[in-house]
């Protein structure tokens, strides 16, 4: 191996050998069979009578002392790898001068030895220089993988920084100028959709806090998906309050809301999961943006209403610190890529525009919202609309939930790939979608690097670097935290949380999204997975009026 690393490097075949470790030819550390075997190879073997330790940087004086101070005919030996050898080149010129000083001269072992500088290192043949360089190359990325590596890690977290101090920044402007009320603020009639499917449930407490609404004209529409249960039902006991029901055989909530979209009477519709709650004052705010007529579609603020669990207690974080702070951000640049299917707001016509409800994603409210986007809509973010909805108690409800989530962000991106870059789009094609891409792609495969890096920081000179980096960006995101924290309303003690969702939630999340790039570059589809319903989600009383 070493000889091919130095054919690869030269151009040349070394023909001298020095046992490892060996002062003399007779050291016994050496035995015949093994010299014997490398004479074979046509090597000729060199001993070293005279070590001048210089591998253990003992200062160049001394080195310098030890070479000349050798007898006389023993070879002197020096070391030009293994580290820094600084001190072994600072040496050189002091051996050099010293050895010449009492008449001797200065020659490569093969000449030493009565061979001509051709015949010591012979010019290697072509085909073995090109498999010579393939071990080199081996070799170099091997010895400088880690260096490579730390380099990948870098750009990630240095990613991961922009993004939090562009969050931080951006966000803090958007809530500096969010108390400000729209100059026409919408307050025309308003239908609400709930699409449902075996929410029994959940159903009821859902359209009693709709029924409790502020809003002045509101219209009710259940579209029960051919539900099992009692959801018909149930819905159907609030007729007499205006609620309406519609019926469908089971197809899919992309359809059941294209049914009640086409059954609407007004211009401007609020969608909600059956599983969320409503404040009295949610529907209000949440349609306030549409006295401009450029609006398209509003983002309400989904809270998990189910606190129960330490995994609730982690998304009520990723709901806070992620999902709405980038609405924040993406309001502000006039390009909110998702309006939540918990909590959103619609222009009837806007939506008719651009084909309707589409049926061709597991994430329609993703899809429809980019197409909005993309035709020139505005899509804005409301805070202080904000409802409840119930979130997955388990591990195993959640992969399901995120899974889906996961494959459907993909497959609309997918569908809208000639936005992404495309200054034609705006900031969404400019900020937005590649936003989501790196968050859906770059960052499942890329950011695990950063956390093995950490595990195996000891092993590597640059290990307080990227510790440093780590511990600043973990700064950096608990400061963010709190504040979003406040600013929403909610419990600053829940940073506290912090560390441990970054040590195990946020890799949960990773191998969740990777698993959906995996799926989708498989080509397998990821059906409609529904979350099991517990009933357990509850108003915390956060948000304004």
Not at 285 to 294: A, I, K, M, N, T
Not at 475 to 491: F, G, K, Q, T
Request: glycine fraction near 10%; charge should be positive; charged fraction near 15%.
């Amino acid at each position: 191996m070493t000889q091919r690393v130095i054919e690869a490097a030269t151009g040349h075949s070394a023909t001298l050998f020095r046992y490892p470790y060996s002062d003399t030819l007779s050291d016994p550390r050496q035995n015949d069979q093994s010299l014997f075997m490398v004479a074979q190879q046509g090597y000729q073997i060199v001993g070293s009578g005279a070590d001048t330790l210089d591998w253990t940087r003992p200062g160049p004086a001394l080195i310098v002392s030890r070479a000349l101070f050798a007898p006389d005919g023993q070879t002197v030996l020096m070391h030009d790898g293994g580290g820094d050898r600084s001190q072994t080149v600072a040496a050189l010129p002091g051996i050099l001068a010293g050895l010449q000083a009492r008449g001797l001269q200065i020659v490569p072992v093969g000449e030493a030895i009565g061979e001509s500088p051709t015949a010591a290192m012979p010019p290697t043949s072509q085909p073995n220089l090109l498999l010579d360089s393939l071990v080199l190359g081996t070799i170099w990325t091997g010895y400088h993988g880690s260096s490579i590596w730390f380099a990948a890690v870098n750009v990630v977290v240095l990613l991961a920084f922009a993004r939090v101090l562009l969050l931080g920044g951006l966000a803090v402007a958007h809530w500096a100028g969010g108390g400000r009320r729209p100059a026409n603020p919408y307050r025309g009639p308003v239908t609400v959709l709930v699409p449902a499917h075996n929410e029994e449930t959940v159903i009821g407490r859902t359209l009693q806090a709709l029924l409790s609404s502020d809003y002045p004209e509101l219209e009710i529409v259940v579209v029960d998906d051919g539900s099992e249960d009692r959801t018909a039902s149930i819905a159907a006991a609030f007729g007499p309050h205006g609620v309406q029901v519609i019926q469908l055989p089971h197809s899919g909530k992309a359809q059941a809301l294209r049914v009640g979209f086409a059954a609407a009477s007004h211009p401007v519709i609020v969608a909600l999961d059956a599983d969320t709650v409503f404040c009295r004052w949610t529907v209000r705010r949440l349609v306030e943006p549409f006295g401009d007529p450029r609006v398209g579609a509003v983002a309400g603020n989904p809270k998990v209403g189910n606190r129960r669990t330490l995994l609730t207690q982690f998304q009520v974080l990723e709901y806070v610190l992620t999902l709405n702070l980038e609405r924040r951000v993406y309001s502000m640049l006039n390009c909110v890529p998702v309006v939540p299917g918990a909590v959103g707001a619609w222009r009837w016509a806007a939506v008719a525009r651009v084909g309707g409800v589409p049926a061709d994603t597991l994430a329609e409210d993703t899809d429809v919202t980019l197409a909005l986007g993309r035709a020139g809509y505005r899509v804005r973010y409301a805070p202080a609309a904000v409802a409840y909805t119930e979130t997955p108690e388990t591990l195993r409800q959640l992969s399901r939930q995120r899974n889906r989530w996961a494959f459907g962000m993909l497959q609309s991106l997918w569908k809208h790939r000639a936005a992404t870059l495309n200054p034609r789009a705006g900031a969404l094609g400019l900020v937005a979608i590649p936003g989501l891409w790196i968050a859906q792609i770059v960052f499942p495969i890329m950011a695990p690097t950063i956390d093995l890096g950490l595990v195996l920081s000891p092993l590597f000179a640059w290990g307080p670097q990227l510790l440093l980096e780590v511990v600043a960006y973990n700064v950096a995101l608990l400061l963010l935290c709190l504040w979003a924290l406040a600013v929403d309303r909610e419990s600053i003690a829940l940073a506290l949380l912090v560390p441990v969702q970054n040590l195990f939630y946020r890799q949960f999340m990773y191998v969740v999204a990777l698993k959906a790039v995996l799926r989708a570059l498989k080509g397998i589809r990821v059906g409609w997975t529904r979350v099991t319903r517990l009933g357990s989600s509850r108003l915390h009383g956060s948000g304004a009026a």
